[in-house]
């Protein structure tokens, strides 16, 4: 018996065959013999053609995602849809995604009359121009693709994520073709470069997307110097050096319009960022600018930024500048806790004793908060704590009824050697009657 009887039937009934056959059983038989392959691979190629799609995607798809240009041409020439969707996508947004121009240029030469967005609502010419494709642009614009895509919501989604990507060719790429692209409808990206784009771009310290977006800023002079300022507030927050010295070679200022307002200089303070607070001193930064009467030192000292701190001091900062309410730096200190910059600024001229509008030291403030280690870090440092007060005052007294035994012990202690001290604080202690302590 012959064992291939099939190589005998004739070419018609091998066709009639084939028209029956599913994809799959189809490239089997092709598989066989070079016969069978010659009278089948056109139905195969119609089949792959109608194929709706096998593992999550279609012949078509898979041939432009691999690269295979003479097998996706000749699915095109029988009928394959370019930009039928597929579980949220086409073989045109496949083909762009793999950087495929070839078929690109394919899939475009079937005349595409519609260029349809995929399961994510991205047109071609959007996720081209995201992926910085140039010649992908090219051939989609000579094709008609810019009809489809007037409505700057689209572009700012695009840009928003090249931004986010830190793609900073995609994102030029996407700026320019919506430029052009948008026409006059381009004013609503400007509010959102401005407004969005450039301020989390400087607050991420991605100077190279900055520029890209500052390029396609578009505003009077003085608008784009205050944009610029802003901007460098934003870079400070981040800690951006790199930042920070581009903005201000592109006329951000050091300073704000009047002493109501924070600068630069007083984010990198509070943030102990050293090296911010060197260059910025460098480009000529204020040292003594105020925001509500606070110093980029006192701004350092609220926050414990110790490093900081002493780098103001060294670069001649004023230990002594006024602050609210007859204030002095010991009394910031005192008041958040920070027990390590109390020998810091005693050392660089602050009176241990000095006292604000209420006749209170910053002793008195550690003894009314309760924490030791201020109150500590003031006694070793000289402070005398019954200065300004007496045993009917409601200073350090009410200071140490209210927060018990501890504080008490703790002047107890630095009072054994002193007499005068002593002789105070018993003095104290007979006033108020033992039961209240």
């Known amino acids: ?107 475009l030469a079937q005349n595409i009359s519609v260029f349809p967005r995929d399961g994510s609502g991205i047109a071609p010419l959007i996720l081209a121009a995201s992926r910085g494709q140039h010649m992908i642009i090219s051939l989609l614009r000579a094709a008609g693709a810019s009809a489809g895509c007037t409505d700057p919501t689209e572009w700012r989604t695009a840009i928003h994520l090249a931004v986010a990507n830190q793609n900073a060719s995609g994102c030029r790429l996407l700026l320019e073709t919506a430029a052009q692209v948008l026409g006059s409808n381009v004013g609503e990206l400007q509010h959102y470069i401005k407004h969005q784009l450039l301020p989390d771009t400087a607050n991420k310290g991605c100077i190279a997307v900055l520029k890209v977006l500052w390029d396609f800023y578009v505003a009077p002079e003085s608008e784009r110097q205050a944009t610029a300022s802003t901007l460098l507030l934003n870079a400070a927050y981040g800690d951006h050096v790199d ?80 602050l609210p309410f007859g204030q002095s730096a010991l009394h910031l200190c005192a008041a958040r806790n920070n027990a390590a910059l109390v020998p810091v600024l005693c050392h660089a001229g602050v009176d241990v004793d000095a006292t604000n509008d209420n006749g209170d030291t910053a002793l008195h403030y550690a003894a009314r908060s309760g924490d030791l280690n201020v109150v500590k870090a003031l006694l070793v440092a000289g402070a005398t704590f019954n200065t300004g007060t007496s045993p009917g005052s409601t200073t350090l007294p009410s200071a140490i009824i209210f927060n018990g035994a501890d504080v008490r012990q703790l002047l107890m202690e630095s009072s054994a050697d002193d007499g005068a001290r002593r002789e105070w604080l018993e003095q104290f202690i007979a006033a108020y009657g033992r039961e209240n302590l």
Not at 11 to 17: C, H, K, T, Y
Not at 36 to 49: C, D, P, W
Not at 67 to 84: E, I
Not at 100 to 106: D, G, K, P, Q, S
Request: hydrophobic share 40%; charged share 20%.
């Open 1 to 107: 018996m012959d064992p291939s009887p099939l190589s005998r039937l004739p070419p018609e009934l091998i066709l009639d065959i084939g028209s029956y056959l599913e994809i799959r059983d189809l490239d089997a038989l092709n598989r066989t013999s070079r016969r069978y392959n010659s009278f089948l691979s056109r139905e195969l190629y119609r089949a792959g053609a109608r194929c709706t799609g096998v593992s999550n995607m279609t012949p078509l798809i898979w041939t432009v995602r691999n690269h295979q240009p003479q097998v996706t041409q000749r699915l095109l020439g029988h009928g394959a849809d370019p930009v039928a969707k597929v579980l949220g996508t086409t073989a045109l947004h496949e083909a762009i995604r793999a950087n495929n121009t070839e078929a690109v240029e394919l899939i």
């Open 243 to 322: 930042t920070t010295q581009w903005l201000f070679s592109v006329g951000a200022k050091l300073a704000g319009p009047d002493n109501t307002t924070k600068t630069p200089l007083h984010i990198a303070a509070e943030d102990n960022s050293c090296e911010l607070v060197r260059v910025l001193l460098e480009l000529g930064a204020d040292i003594e600018a105020q925001d509500h009467y606070y110093t980029p030192l006192h701004e350092a000292i609220c926050w414990g930024a110790i490093d900081a701190v002493r780098l103001l001091l060294d670069r001649g900062a004023n230990p002594l500048a006024p």
